[in-house]
């Protein structure tokens, strides 16, 4: 288990993270959210040893993770950690790179672990391919593949799929995670995108203004979620006479104490999200089909 104990930590003498604490299952998945600058990456920076802590401890089983400041070589056999920037050897294909630290003494070994990794990022038909003429976000595949290779206890990713497009994402979210889950492989992971998270993570912290401001199941914060940040996180969400109700939740009405002016429509696939007035303030609900500008309606929250 990862026991992260009341850590604090800044840069300078500006306060980044503040009496942090969680646990992590072995095995589970983590995921961390919070706005631009909120410390998601300084987090994981600290949970891989990279700097040393003002205050509080962190434990991997009984190993402490100890900074830079007690530790000669950052870092630890049982963790691997996978920058924003994610730094790779361009001069040598994408199958040497991610052959890197396996053991040149089971060949045999060594060249199926490779297949196998190359099929979980999708790689397969780049495997002889040097990794300076990979796009961003197949550099970023061959990062990921690399991490795992040499499959650690526990696995620190800063938003892994951020440079990898719409088409490939799904499954290779997918794939990773059923990999790790499969493994029993341990993960943190910090992103922006909901996506990372549903359907996924066993747990989601929220950072905000050094703090945790809420750690819960996904399902849960969604469900109640409490605070505009997390609300936002999820998607589109008004405040309605102090409760915080989203987009999906509303539907029109014959009649209703939600009287609202139609403003806009924007098409989103298989619906719409319309944009209203409501009391001279902008409201946001779904719809099937586009509304005309100008009508008044009656909204409903769906029971
Ligand atoms: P996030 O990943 O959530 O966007 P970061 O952890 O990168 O946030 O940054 C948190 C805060 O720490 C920001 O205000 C950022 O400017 C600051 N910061 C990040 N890295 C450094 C550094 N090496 N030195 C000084 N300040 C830093
Ligand atoms: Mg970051």
């Given at each position: 288990?990862?026991?992260?104990?009341?850590?604090?930590?800044?840069?300078?003498?500006?306060?980044?993270?503040?009496?942090?604490?969680?646990?992590?299952?072995?095995?589970?998945?983590?995921?961390i959210?919070?706005?631009?600058g909120?410390?998601?990456?300084t987090?994981?920076?600290?949970?891989?040893?990279?700097y040393?802590?003002?205050?509080?401890s962190?434990?991997?089983?009984?190993?402490?993770?100890?900074?830079?400041?007690?530790?000669?070589?950052?870092?630890?056999d049982?963790?691997?950690?996978?920058?924003?920037?994610?730094?790779?050897?361009?001069?040598?294909?994408?199958?040497?790179?991610?052959?890197?630290?396996?053991?040149?003494?089971?060949?045999?070994?060594?060249?199926?672990r490779?297949?196998?990794?190359?099929?979980?990022?999708?790689?397969?038909?780049?495997?002889?391919?040097?990794?300076k003429?990979?796009?961003?976000?197949q550099?970023?595949r061959?990062?990921?593949?690399?991490?795992?290779?040499?499959?650690?206890?526990?696995?620190l990713?800063?938003?892994?799929?951020?440079?990898?497009?719409?088409?490939?994402?799904?499954?290779?979210?997918?794939?990773?995670?059923?990999?790790?889950?499969?493994?029993?492989?341990?993960?943190?992971?910090?992103?922006?995108?909901?996506?990372?998270v549903?359907?996924y993570?066993?747990?989601?912290?929220v950072?905000?203004?050094?703090k945790?401001?809420a750690?819960?199941?996904?399902?849960?914060?969604?469900?109640n979620?409490?605070?505009p940040?997390?609300?936002?996180?999820?998607?589109?969400y008004?405040i309605?006479?102090?409760e915080?109700?989203?987009?999906?939740?509303?539907?029109?009405?014959?009649?209703?104490?939600?009287?609202?002016?139609?403003?806009?429509?924007?098409?989103?696939?298989?619906?719409?999200l319309?944009?209203?007035?409501?009391?001279?303030?902008?409201?946001?609900?779904?719809?099937?089909?586009?509304?005309?500008?100008?009508?008044?309606?009656?909204?409903?929250?769906?029971?």
């Amino acid at each position: 288990m990862l026991q992260v104990q009341d850590i604090s930590f800044s840069y300078t003498n500006k306060q980044i993270l503040k009496n942090i604490s969680f646990n992590l299952a072995v095995g589970d998945y983590l995921s961390i959210i919070g706005e631009s600058g909120s410390g998601k990456s300084t987090l994981l920076k600290l949970l891989y040893g990279e700097y040393n802590l003002d205050d509080g401890s962190i434990f991997w089983k009984d190993k402490k993770i100890l900074g830079p400041e007690y530790n000669l070589v950052i870092g630890y056999d049982f963790i691997k950690y996978v920058a924003q920037e994610f730094d790779l050897m361009p001069f040598i294909s994408v199958e040497e790179n991610i052959g890197k630290f396996l053991s040149n003494f089971f060949p045999k070994e060594k060249k199926e672990r490779i297949t196998e990794l190359l099929e979980v990022v999708e790689l397969t038909n780049f495997a002889k391919t040097k990794v300076k003429l990979l796009s961003g976000g197949q550099k970023q595949r061959v990062a990921l593949a690399r991490a795992i290779a040499k499959q650690p206890e526990i696995i620190l990713l800063d938003e892994p799929f951020s440079h990898i497009d719409n088409f490939k994402k799904q499954s290779l979210r997918r794939r990773l995670f059923k990999y790790l889950k499969e493994k029993n492989i341990a993960c943190i992971v910090a992103t922006h995108d909901k996506e990372d998270v549903l359907g996924y993570a066993d747990t989601m912290l929220v950072l905000d203004n050094t703090k945790v401001l809420a750690i819960d199941t996904p399902e849960i914060l969604y469900k109640n979620p409490k605070t505009p940040l997390v609300a936002s996180f999820f998607g589109e969400y008004n405040i309605i006479r102090g409760e915080i109700i989203y987009a999906h939740q509303l539907q029109l009405t014959e009649k209703s104490n939600l009287k609202v002016i139609v403003k806009q429509s924007y098409f989103k696939g298989n619906y719409c999200l319309i944009e209203a007035e409501f009391e001279s303030k902008t409201i946001f609900f779904f719809h099937l089909k586009e509304l005309q500008k100008g009508q008044t309606l009656f909204l409903e929250k769906i029971k």
